[in-house]
């Protein structure tokens, strides 16, 4: 066969790969300008110093048992022709990763070396299943459905005139901590299902939402039909501040402009299937969001004057952290205000411009 001898080939690669990152080239010169200011070594007013640190924890625990993989497995393999070897082998990973390692791959290490391959793989594999079972069973984030900041949150939305929220970001790693680390909102308190680009399926959408209002009238969860709340769905897609030009999203070939519009486009066309099947006017209010995986500020797209979403029309989270940095908390929330709405006080706005002050 033609193929037989490819795979021996030197100059065979099992497929392209991904271009490793630089920030040599085609850096925005306005980035050194849109740093994070400090105020005299204070933080902003804003700050929640309790939940950064939880975060900031929970992060340093998660890259710990990940990274001490490599480290374990260098210790077993210098021991692996001493006496007792499979004991203390299976000590060194409890000790360390609080695993067991499997047998048949260790009882072979008197006649041949250890597959470290395997055992990686049986690690990193172990260890996932470990983490995952912590989040779900002990709530590290305290965000599971039930908990405090959950029902903290839902009566929030609710109080916003929400009785759901349902997000949409790009399926790209960078943004896996969107909802919990970015927005800040428990994990529970949300639908959120990530597709490539925040191209998200509209019929499985709008199928999604004939439940959520279904469940109103049959079970008034979350709050009966007849109260006045609307459906929010959410698109944040991403761009890069750092090297635009190649670490936006690859789903759009890192055209920020691009993402911004495909994204409004299917929220548009969600919003018209929702009306052409039952009514004008139904409960679908829209949102689009982007976020700078370099920096993890948002870019808001606000309404123009005819009610539509604007793509030109933005506030930026970093902006609003600089701008406001020096000010009290009551100077800082009328200029958000002002700056979201062009009203002076806050219970002029609307539910979609509040969920987004608090």
């Not at 959950?150 to 790209?172: Q, R, V, W």
């Not at 009306?275 to 920096?295: K, P, Q, R, Y």
Request: contains cysteine.
């Amino acid at each position: 066969m033609v193929l037989r001898g490819l795979a021996k080939a030197k100059n065979f690669t099992l497929g392209p790969t991904a271009p490793m990152k630089s920030f040599s080239e085609h850096i925005d010169p306005k980035i050194k300008t849109r740093k994070l200011r400090n105020r005299s070594g204070e933080s902003h007013h804003f700050t929640d110093q309790l939940q950064n640190k939880k975060l900031y924890d929970y992060e340093l625990k998660t890259k710990k048992s990940f990274d001490d993989i490599v480290s374990t497995l260098k210790e077993i393999a210098y021991i692996q022709h001493n006496e007792n070897f499979l004991k203390n082998a299976q000590q060194i990973s409890q000790n360390n990763l609080g695993i067991d390692l499997p047998s048949y791959i260790l009882e072979k290490s008197w006649v041949k070396p250890l597959d470290m391959r395997a055992l990686y793989a049986w690690c990193v594999f172990k260890q996932h299943a470990k983490f995952s079972d912590d989040f779900f069973k002990n709530d590290p984030l305290e965000g599971s459905s039930g908990s405090i900041e959950a029902k903290n949150f839902e009566k929030f939305l609710l109080d916003c005139g929400f009785h759901l929220l349902d997000i949409t970001p790009c399926s790209d790693g960078r943004l896996a901590h969107t909802v919990a680390y970015v927005m800040r909102i428990p994990f529970s308190a949300v639908r959120r299902r990530s597709h490539a680009g925040a191209l998200f399926d509209i019929e499985n959408t709008v199928n999604r939402w004939i439940k959520t209002e279904h469940k109103r009238y049959r079970e008034g969860v979350p709050n009966p039909a007849d109260k006045d709340t609307r459906y929010l769905k959410i698109v944040t897609y991403h761009f890069s501040s750092v090297d635009p030009l190649h670490q936006g999203c690859a789903a759009h070939g890192s055209n920020d402009a691009l993402a911004a519009e495909e994204g409004l486009n299917k929220l548009n066309a969600f919003r018209e299937s929702v009306e052409n099947s039952f009514c004008c006017g139904a409960s679908v209010d829209l949102m689009l969001i982007g976020l700078d995986t370099d920096t993890d500020a948002l870019k808001i797209h606000l309404n123009s004057k005819d009610g539509n979403i604007s793509l030109e029309n933005t506030v930026s989270t970093l902006d609003i952290y600089n701008s406001t940095i020096d000010k009290s908390v009551d100077e800082t929330s009328q200029e958000i205000c002002q700056l979201i709405s062009n009203y002076s006080c806050e219970k002029d706005l609307t539910g979609i411009e509040n969920l987004f002050i608090n």
